[in-house]
């Protein structure tokens, strides 16, 4: 079929039109491929975060030490319950584990998979040990109204089924982060920081390969060959098959070339040493931190300038990222155990927290200067009790 051209101006082309142009003598091999994310299976990502990535490793480890770090309460009405059998339950769940262990395994998986597993073991009816389960091994098995009927564990090739009765104490206990997209699965706050994750892993891994080759930065071939010559369909598709499998990708990034005759080295101007790996790599660890409910500051990532000073930073995770997260978990726990156990509720200690300690004390001091409160109004304000009669009248 005739061209446009053809129709146009009669011309009839009997053979390979030869190439004019007066950029011929320049061949520069240069290609934006797609970008390359890490898959959206947890596992991947766990290995991607919290193996690799010092942030993400770290927000992990603040946010899980921290949760597991606030002492529990329980209080049967008004009343705490000093020697509840809970508090021993939680203090040694089981013989591997401590409360410091477990409720940090917890929050962990929370953070790194949205979903965290507790499997009750029962004795003569009474609840004797608690296991916090890997959320990678454990699947949902929806029943017919759409709600869990069993959980069923993988690990070494076999599996064990945990069938949801519906009475008493059920034998897995599911926390899961809120999910839009999903009716089993939470969603993970790992998973939300997957673009800041991997462009901060590719910043850390282009610059190591970088300095494995010298530090030499990327650029084009030119081909200076007589006037008028270029490369040959075949020389082309050599050279650029040789780019590609030989100098392409970040392990290859400064790898020095050796070139023939006609072809020489020019760098070009956008270059990872043009290109600002620092401020990229800061910019992605403030968004990881930020998935995490960190502050940058406390992670020691400079250009964060939304807190005043590290006690105002850590005052804020404290409130915002640790305290929340605690309440959801001893809520799930309150609601599953709640059927073996008589009227309870579980609660934190905020006083014997350090990082709140001077809120503490302000709100301590506030109280104490009204003085149309009494002493028990005072008491309660404060989250305290009556005092005793033996308090008013000491012998």
Known sequence: MPSIFTRLFGVTATMREAKASRTAKMLAMHSLRGASWTSRNSVALTRE???????????????????????????????????????????????????????????????????????????????????????????????????PAAFVYRAQGEETRFDM???????????????????????????????????????????????????????????????????????FDRLKAELEENFSGAENAGRPLLLEGGLDWKALSLSPRDMDFAESKAGAAREIALAFGVPPLLLGLPGDNTFANYSEANRAFWRQTVLPLVMRVQKSFQAWLRPGFDDFRFDYDADRLEALASERSAEWERVGKADFLSSDEKREAVGYGPRAPAMDNPK
Request: proline share 6%; glycine share 8%; charged share 20%.
């Open 165 to 235: 009765t519906g009475e008493g104490i059920e034998p897995i206990l599911h926390i899961r982060l809120f999910n839009p997209l999903d009716d089993h699965y939470g969603f993970a706050p790992l998973a939300a920081a997957q673009v800041a994750l991997d462009t901060h892993n590719a910043a850390s891994f282009w610059n190591k390969a970088l300095l494995d080759n010298s530090a030499r930065p990327s650029g084009a071939l030119v081909y200076a060959g007589p006037e008028g010559a270029h490369l040959t369909d075949a020389q």
């Open 49 to 147: 975060g919290y193996e690799r990535n010092a942030v993400c490793h770290r927000c992990v480890r603040m946010v899980a030490e921290a949760a597991a770090s606030v002492p529990w309460l329980v209080y049967e009405g008004c009343e705490e319950a000093i020697d509840h059998p809970l508090l021993a339950l939680i203090e040694r769940p089981n013989p591997a584990d401590t409360c410091v262990s477990f409720i940090e395994a917890i929050c962990a998986n929370l953070l790194l998979y949205g979903n965290a597993y507790i499997e009750s073991v029962l004795l003569d009816g009474q609840l004797r040990e608690l296991y916090a389960l890997r959320p990678d091994r454990m699947s949902v098995e929806p029943g017919r109204n759409g709600w």
